[in-house]
């Protein structure tokens, strides 16, 4: 099955770019996604690209992927207090399948 | 768009009663939906995939007698944890699939077992 990598710590300074990394095991992975967790909260989802795309960028979001070394990443330009939170990578398990895979989580910390 | 509703977000009971959480999609049919448990600082474990008008399929190690999930309508799962002991206190999230779009999630529910 599909396993997903995430650096746990991210420290910034605000108004500076973020940048989270994730890399995933299953090439047949249709979709991949960007969730935001804050303390006490569900999962909001930020953003997702389709395997066969190199780039997506949404306002302050851009989402690259290496679909040849299977890397992803989040990219927050003039990152902000507010965006302070747990960021979650997952992969959909396998081509055709809606169960998603998530990484352990990388929590940003923005310094003022 | 694509708004999932838990209910409620914090429960505190006693040892040997039982709970339910109500997972609900306001403004699409979900067919679909999952329920998962976080542990602190972890990330989440899929603990079941409920569909509508049938029975769950449960995740290897998750016991379903324990953890029963119905989902009768269109736009409501409800995950009913039986005798719960304080081992079960965990942050327990539902999601709903909305047709063509990726799961989004309910906003989670706390559950302390004394």
């Known amino acids: 099955g599909e396993d997903v990598e995430q650096s746990l710590f991210l420290s910034v300074r605000e108004g500076d770019s973020s940048v989270i990394n994730c890399t995933y095991t299953d090439s047949s992975s249709t979709y991949l996604y960007w969730y935001k967790q804050e303390p006490g909260a569900g999962l909001q989802l930020l953003t997702y690209?389709?395997?066969?795309?190199d780039m997506k960028q949404d306002q302050r979001l851009t989402v690259l992927l290496n679909k040849k070394d299977k890397h992803l990443s989040l990219r927050i330009a003039d990152t902000q207090t507010g965006d302070s939170a747990i960021y979650f990578c997952a992969g959909n398990s396998g081509a055709g399948s809606y169960q998603l895979t998530f990484g352990k989580g990388t929590k940003l910390s923005v310094i003022p | 768009g694509a708004v999932v509703s838990q209910h409620p977000s914090w429960v505190i009971c006693k040892s040997g009663t039982s709970v339910k959480i109500e997972c609900r999609s306001l403004?699409?049919?979900?067919?679909?939906m999952f329920w998962y448990r976080q542990f602190p600082k972890q990330s989440l474990m899929l603990m079941a995939t409920?569909?509508?008008?049938?029975?769950?399929?449960?995740e290897q190690g998750v016991e379903k007698d324990k953890f029963l999930i119905n989902h009768a309508s269109l736009t409501l799962s409800t995950l009913t944890v039986t005798s719960a002991h304080p081992e079960d206190s965990s942050f327990y999230i539902c999601?709903?699939?909305?047709?063509?779009?990726?799961?989004?999630f309910g906003d989670g529910t706390r559950l302390s077992i004394l």
């Open positions: 409920s569909n509508e008008g049938s029975k769950a399929t449960y």
């Open positions: 999601s709903a699939l909305p047709q063509n779009q990726p799961q989004h």
């Open positions: 690209i389709f395997s066969n795309m």
């Open positions: 403004d699409f049919q979900a067919t679909t």
